[in-house]
């Protein structure tokens, strides 16, 4: 059974806080999977989850041209962003299914850019402008 989470944002500390709030239902293992337009939020969700597990939020930045960070936490945190990638095959180069079945919790920016590569239990974060571009409407899958 799938449970599902609806929460609306009005600004990005909102967003952060619904962030550490997703992060309470998260175990080692877990993968999150964010799903959201340019701006939408992603990283300010994963600022959350950062924070929740005892890492500075303030150093959680996109890994858009390194495609992984790493947060040492209480709970390690390894944070992709596959928006860059020009196929799967790259993945192998950063080690991705090494990083993806350890015992950290895995953030994935851009999920649909990893194709087959992705793990089959995930948790889904969809984030969606809301009525004006400072809001959101953030639906999670668990």
Known sequence: MTDIKTYVSHSTEETIDIGYQIASYLKKGDCVLL???????????????????????????????????????????????????????MLDDIGFDEYIYSDAISIIEW????????PLNHIDVQIKYGEDMSSREITVKF
């Open 35 to 89: 799903y959201g337009d340019l701006g939408a939020g992603k990283t300010a969700i994963t600022k959350g989850i950062a924070s929740y597990f005892g890492f500075n939020k303030d150093n959680v930045i996109s890994p858009t041209f390194t495609i992984v960070n790493q947060y040492p936490a209480n709970v390690n945190i390894y944070h992709f962003d596959l928006y860059r990638l020009d196929s799967e095959d």
């Open 111 to 118: 999920p649909e850019c990893g194709g087959s590569r992705l």
